[in-house]
């Protein structure tokens, strides 16, 4: 069965390091997200790409952040300075179609910034 | 806020027994989802049920929605210890487009023992 996949799972940063956090999406899905969630608080919507695009993104998702859609199969999202509140695990998931299709998540990256 | 509830925060009960567990929203939606988590572990995709319908099964799980009340509930019946985990209930609002974006909560804490 088809699965979201994400890398690294854990990864550990200096405050102020960039970084890159890659999922390989369900191939014939279309559109991609980025959520987040802090250590004991629910999971926050980042960002949605849709059409080599960002189609909507939150408050949280500032200038720091950008995300990729290099190929046809990595969905990058990177962090250009991170803080120590970044901190979090990152989850990528995608969708078939955005209408009434499930969101298919990956096992996440758990990201920890000193 | 889109952000709604869900109750009870933490359940615990005896493998066999029925778990019942509730979500209530503010805004209008197209769907809800509901996830499980085991701890620290990714977001797996349970069951969708549209705005359109009052009720969907899934093996052991039973989703019902009540639009007019603004709620949701999923129950567990015959509840195994492997169902120990955090169960989500995420809101795609209706005023999404075809982005679908979830809203989360912060969802219950499913203890069944054996």
């Known amino acids: 069965e088809p699965e979201v996949t994400q890398t690294p799972s854990h990864q550990v940063t200096q405050m102020g390091q960039e970084v890159i956090l890659r999922c390989v999406p369900i191939?014939?899905?279309?559109?991609f997200y980025w959520y987040r969630q802090i250590l004991g608080q629910k999971v926050e919507f980042l960002v949605s790409f849709y059409n080599n695009e960002i189609s909507e993104k939150s408050e949280i998702f500032d200038d720091q952040f950008s995300v990729e859609r290099p190929d046809g199969s990595n969905f990058t999202l990177k962090i250009r300075s991170t803080k120590l509140e970044d901190s979090a695990m990152y989850f990528c998931?995608?969708?078939?179609?955005?209408?009434?299709?499930?969101?298919?998540f990956g096992p996440g990256t758990r990201l920890t910034v000193l | 806020s889109q952000q709604g509830e869900e109750d009870p925060q933490a359940l615990s009960i005896q493998e066999g027994e029925n778990a019942t567990m509730n979500c209530s929203y503010k805004t209008s939606i197209n769907n809800l989802q509901w996830y499980r988590q085991n701890s620290g572990r990714g977001l797996v995709h349970l069951i969708l049920i549209r705005s359109n319908e009052r009720e969907k099964h899934s093996g052991r799980l039973r989703v019902t929605l009540d639009t007019s009340k603004k709620s949701s509930s999923l129950l567990i019946t015959a509840s195994r210890a492997a169902d120990t985990a955090s169960y989500f209930c995420a809101r795609a609002p209706i005023d999404a487009g075809n982005n679908r974006k979830l809203i989360w909560g912060l969802g219950t804490s499913l203890a069944v023992n054996p």
């Open positions: 998931a995608s969708c078939r179609q955005g209408t009434y299709n499930e969101q298919f």
């Open positions: 191939s014939n899905h279309l559109y």
